[in-house]
């Protein structure tokens, strides 16, 4: 059984930097790709970074792009989302999903499990 367990989110000022972490199990998490999309509320859950099998190949959403970084550890299992001066339009629950392929896709169709969520707020 794929776990995915997101952690690191909570309450931060606006430029204020966090750190999201994806724990994963229940399958070789070396062969699939990964990433992180985001649901604020009333708005429909948008895709913001992934990254492919090896952790060299990444995409980003344009909203994001040049704030926020992904990595992966696949000696740990372990997903990462560095997130870099953070704006209150980045308030949302973020999650970390699985690819059902070794790349990455940016349409959450391309993604077979997901984690629960951790909810960030970017607040003054």
């Known amino acids: 059984q794929v776990q995915l367990v997101e952690t690191g989110g909570r309450l931060v000022q606006p430029g204020d930097s966090l750190r999201l972490s994806c724990a994963a199990s229940?399958?070789?998490?070396?062969?699939?790709?990964m990433a992180w999309f985001r649901q604020a509320p009333g708005k429909d859950r948008e895709f913001v970074a992934a990254v492919n099998w090896s952790g060299v190949t990444t995409s980003y959403a344009a909203s994001v792009k040049g704030r926020f970084t992904i990595s992966r550890d696949n000696a740990q299992n372990t997903l990462a989302l560095q997130m870099n001066n953070l704006k209150p339009e980045d308030t949302a629950v973020y999650y970390c999903?699985?690819?059902?392929?070794?790349?990455?896709?940016?349409?959450?169709?391309?993604?077979?499990?997901w984690g629960q969520g951790t909810q960030v707020t970017v607040s003054s």
């Open positions: 229940g399958r070789t998490f070396s062969n699939y790709g």
């Open positions: 999903a699985s690819s059902r392929l070794s790349g990455y896709g940016t349409t959450q169709y391309a993604y077979e499990y």
